[in-house]
């Protein structure tokens, strides 16, 4: 049976982790690894709610010394662990959330312990064994579970390292802004510095003052790992930025211009990832440099009447992508959006990919989507957007978007609003918006 190992290209004495401004070693780590492994009940399925990503990582290694499968969920709401535990029926779950009460069954993160163990060799794990269960984010609809096998991750963040120019770089320390339950989160946070010997960030900073100080507290070679969300908020703060050797952005396709303002203010090349749950990482791509996307090593894309099918690499069996995409030439590709995101009005056709764009471009504007509404019989469509731009007025904002795209996508209302309801990863999910279109509707009637 093929086997590969939990973690990979580790000096002894080299760090797998920084937790709060303290190098975690190899040793450290296995042993922690180990000890938690020992106190897992027998179970099939664990919810890996652990928020601290050290700790998530040594969970998730328990798990797989235990031959269990963890779960990943987009979020904690009591409808969808309500579904988990339905689906799942021996669920139990890991968290570090002190008091946390989740209806379930839960083992806390154990204390650090100050007795003395015996150095530990790295285990190895079947390539076949399922790894995880992640879960998509629910943009369109109800999130969605699909397996990922030990060696499908093992490849994945191996074909990574190769193709962004990581491999030998050993020892450099990866910060993340987005959550490890996340597809994105796993493979480039978690697997990609655990599978080339780089060291992985135990928190995840959130507001620029924070990612700043984490950043400047990492010795070099660091790099950062973050969501277009994200990016653009340390952006718009005008402080001096720590430079960084490596960049990574994924989750929603980014503008060459905030591509290139980052690549200035952050003193590295910045690379973007297509992917998605069903599939993970398929494509890259410096960003400044072209829109054509590049296929991962080992993975070919081909299209019939149904769209387009990814198969080959590190992506097991074949995965349908749910977005329009024109095959340019060998394994490079342009990406035009969501199949489910196309607009047709008026024998005119769009995307609202294309939409959010042209909106997010105007000066002032700091965050902002279209929206179609769910419509009842033939009614034309009328497509929404809501907009966060301080101190613009929807009259100047309604102008410039006239500029810029074509009158029959003009939002039919365009409402400023104090915040989106993006989640962890910047997403945004279809019941936060129907919320947030109820709650309009209200206040105007």
Known sequence: MNRLP?????????????????????????????????????????????TDRYRFLVGFGAALLRRQVSLLPPNQTPRLLEQLSGRYPDMYCLTDAAGERLGLDTIAYPATSDVASPVVGT????????????????TTGEPLPHQKSWGGLVRSARAEAQRLGLSGHSGMAILGTVLPHHMYGLESTVLLPTQNGLALHAGRPFYPADIRAELEALPRPRGLVTTPVHL??????????????????????????????????????????????????????????TAAWRAFPDVALRQDEKGTWVSGGHVEGEVLLADVIELVQGDTFLLHGRTADLVDIAGKRTSLASLDYHLNSIEGVVDGA???????????????????????????????????????????????????????????PREALDRLITERARKAG
């Open 232 to 289: 653009r908020a340390l952006l718009a703060d005008p402080a001096r930025l720590p430079p960084v050797d490596f960049l990574l952005c994924a989750t929603t396709p980014l503008s060459p211009q905030l591509a290139a303002e980052a690549e200035a203010r952050l003193a590295t090349p910045l690379y973007e990832i297509y992917g998605c749950t069903e599939a993970g990482q398929v494509a890259t791509r410096r960003t400044v440099e």
């Open 370 to 428: 279209f929206i179609v509404p769910n419509q009842d019989g033939e009614e034309i469509t009328r497509l929404m957007a809501f907009v966060v731009a301080p101190g613009v007025t929807s009259a100047k904002l309604m102008s410039a978007l006239r500029e810029r795209i074509d009158a029959a996508f003009l939002p039919r209302p365009l409402c400023v609003v104090d915040v989106l309801p993006r989640n962890a990863t910047g997403k945004l």
């Open 123 to 138: 285990p190895s794990i079947p390539s076949a064994q399922v790894a995880a269960v992640v879960f998509t984010s629910g």
């Open 6 to 50: 939990l973690i990979r290209d580790y000096r002894a004495d080299a760090a797998v982790a920084y937790r709060d401004g303290r190098p975690i070693g190899v040793h450290q780590f296995l042993r922690d690894v180990r000890r938690l492994a020992d106190l897992l009940p027998e179970r099939r399925h664990v919810l890996n709610l652990l």
